[in-house]
């Protein structure tokens, strides 16, 4: 570039090349002020920078976090997910078996009344049946004290008769004469002794009646109690009430009379009377742990075709502390222990057993009876 100064006198340019170069200079400053402005501005807008990308590290690290957080909400939400699949199609089977349930309990209603109406029948029946049997023993009893005062009557005639004979004849004719009547009264005495039998066997017949007919209502009243436990379970009740005054446990299976009776035997004292149906459980009781000091009564029933139940008879009654009789109903799981627990669950017409853990005074007194005269009438003695 050419200078514009060349052609000026030197005097004159030297002036304008001062001139230019002060301004060259005052260039030079404010270029250099500039410059410094701009290396603060770069400082702090690096300090901004570095600021800015701190936040936006920390914005990462959140938007990291809160990723994770939401990929953890969907494996919870999808769990749910799962979960309410999994519930709807637990409350689809609960609202099954709920109307399966439902429909049990009508039928099992339907049971119990048309059991109950039966069961009411029958003990108004039993019961007509009881007093037309009590009232013919009483006409019998009636009839047979009426014979004996007539036979009492007749035979005091004839020994009044037979004392004056002896004092006033002594002949052949006479002699015959208190021989036949002495013959008649022997005969009166036999007559009378015959009808002393016959009433004694008929009382003892309605005591036997009078028993069976006890023994069937309480078990009639334990089926009843057995459907009301059946309904109340199938209604959601918790609890199985057991009836006022008694302290004790529910029998509601075989099983439960076999550990009820078993748990009893461990517990004795000084004897028991125990019912089983059949001798085959006998073994569950392990009767050889019982101390040879206490006494045992068990009735059972023993076939004697049976190889099996004959070997059982045979090992039981190696214990000389243990009498065994045949029970041939097969109606019935008990054990009076002590007279102070008593466990009777009779065996429904379905092989069901249901029954009652008794530990009250007056019941125990009721249903020991029951036990002590079946194990009188009804057990026999084994012969094998």
């Not at 039966?118 to 019998?140: C, H, Q, V």
């Amino acid at each position: 570039m050419a200078d514009p100064t060349t052609d000026l006198p030197p005097k004159q340019r030297v002036v304008i090349q001062e001139k230019i170069m002060n301004d060259l200079k005052g260039t030079i400053s404010s270029l250099r002020e500039s410059n410094k402005n701009l290396e603060e501005l770069l400082k702090k807008n690096q300090s901004v920078i570095e600021e800015n990308q701190k936040v936006i590290v920390q914005q990462q690290n959140t938007i990291s976090e809160q990723q994770s957080t939401i990929k953890e909400q969907d494996e919870i939400i999808r769990d749910q997910q799962i979960s309410i699949v999994s519930q709807q199609k637990d409350l689809s089977a609960a609202n099954k078996e709920l109307k399966e349930k439902t429909e049990h309990l009508l039928k099992i209603n339907t049971e119990w009344e048309d059991q109950t109406s039966l069961l009411k029948n029958k003990i108004f029946e039993m019961k007509n049946e009881l007093s037309e049997k009590e009232k013919k023993y009483d006409d019998m009893i009636n009839e047979r004290e009426e014979t004996v005062k007539s036979l009492t009557e007749k035979i005091n005639d004839l020994e009044l008769q037979l004392e004056k004979a002896q004092v006033k004849t002594t002949d052949a004719a006479a002699q015959n004469a208190l021989a036949e009547m002495e013959e008649e009264i022997k005969n009166l005495e036999k007559t009378l002794y015959e009808k002393d039998l016959k009433i004694k066997d008929l009382q003892g017949q309605a005591g036997e009646a009078d028993i069976d007919l006890k023994t069937e209502l309480e078990l009639k009243d334990i089926k009843i109690a057995d459907l009301e436990k059946r309904i109340s379970f199938l209604t959601g009740e918790a609890s199985v009430s057991v009836p006022a005054g008694e302290k004790g446990n529910i029998i509601l299976s075989k099983e439960g009379a076999l550990d009820g009776i078993k748990r009893l035997i461990g517990d004795l004292k000084s004897s028991g009377m125990i019912f089983i149906p059949l001798i085959d459980y006998i073994d569950k009781l392990d009767l050889d742990q019982v101390k040879s000091t206490i006494r045992l009564k068990i009735a059972t029933h023993i076939d004697p075709t049976n190889q099996i139940h004959v070997d059982l008879f045979k090992k039981i009654s190696t214990l000389s502390n243990i009498e065994l009789k045949e029970y041939d109903k097969k109606d019935l799981w008990s054990i009076n222990k002590d007279n102070e627990a008593l466990l009777f669950a009779p065996v429904g017409e379905d092989g069901s057993s249901t029954g009652l853990i008794i530990k009250s005074g007056n019941h125990i007194d009721f249903f020991a009876s029951l036990l002590n005269s079946s194990w009188t009438a009804r057990c026999k003695t084994i012969r094998i």
